[in-house]
């Protein structure tokens, strides 16, 4: 079945760079992607990465795929405050209109 | 600039009193989406559509109604709601090719008394 999980809560220092994880569990995914969600906003396309690469990096964030061990995760370089946020994990399966199916989210709070 | 456009954006209405949360796309996206986000449960499917006419229940469908009449609208129908309904919902829309990423409203904040 489909579960992807992830740590509810991430601090980390203004400049230091923050990592956030996300396990899945179906290994039909297709996409998976990370979204940021900003307090009162919607969900914010970050970057995603097709199931055959092991890294995608764009500018501060950088993707890694461990396939074998169905492991996502977003690291973001030299953090800022703007970066405060929710982060989802997505998984994006064959089937049932290719729907995504998030993780819980994890709040990452950056401090001076 | 391309929008998923949800209304209204925030509701406070009572149990039982019909209620419907629009949602319109202006990218020309044949797959819409409707997802309700709890704390700690993240987003999860309602309904979704591929194209006008074409709709299918998500994971958690009980309790809601959608109808895609036209390709830019997606509105979800609440007939009877309930506190348990009480939730931040999401409209997604996303083009024919299953691996372009969906792009998501700004949410609508329901709490039904």
């Not at chain 1, 740590?7 to 039909?28: A, M, P």
């Not at chain 2, 409707?34 to 009980?62: A, C, H």
Request: glycine share 8%.
């Amino acid at each position: 079945g489909e579960d992807v999980e992830q740590s509810l809560f991430l601090s980390v220092r203004e400049g230091d760079s923050s990592v956030i994880n996300c396990t899945y569990t179906d290994s039909s995914s297709t996409y998976l992607y990370w979204y940021k969600q900003e307090p009162g906003a919607g969900l914010q396309l970050l970057t995603y990465i097709f199931s055959n690469m092991d890294m995608k990096q764009d500018q501060r964030l950088t993707v890694l795929l461990n396939k074998k061990d169905k492991h996502l995760s977003l690291r973001i370089a030299d953090t800022q405050t703007g970066d405060s946020a929710i982060y989802f994990c997505a998984e994006s399966l064959t089937g049932g209109g290719n729907k995504l199916t998030f993780g819980t989210g994890t709040q990452l709070k950056v401090e001076l | 600039e391309a929008q998923v456009t949800q209304n209204p954006r925030y509701l406070i209405t009572v149990t039982g009193k019909k209620l419907t949360v629009t949602c319109s796309q202006n990218m020309n996206h044949e797959y819409m989406s409707w997802y309700r986000q709890d704390p700690g449960l993240g987003l999860r499917q309602i309904y979704y559509s591929m194209n006008v006419e074409v709709t299918d229940k998500g994971d958690v469908p009980e309790g809601y109604k959608v109808s895609r009449k036209e390709k830019r609208n997606f509105p979800l129908i609440l007939e009877s709601p309930s506190p348990n309904q009480t939730s931040l919902y999401f409209c997604a829309s996303r083009g024919t090719n299953s691996n372009q990423p969906q792009h998501f409203g700004d949410g609508t904040r329901l709490s039904i008394l």
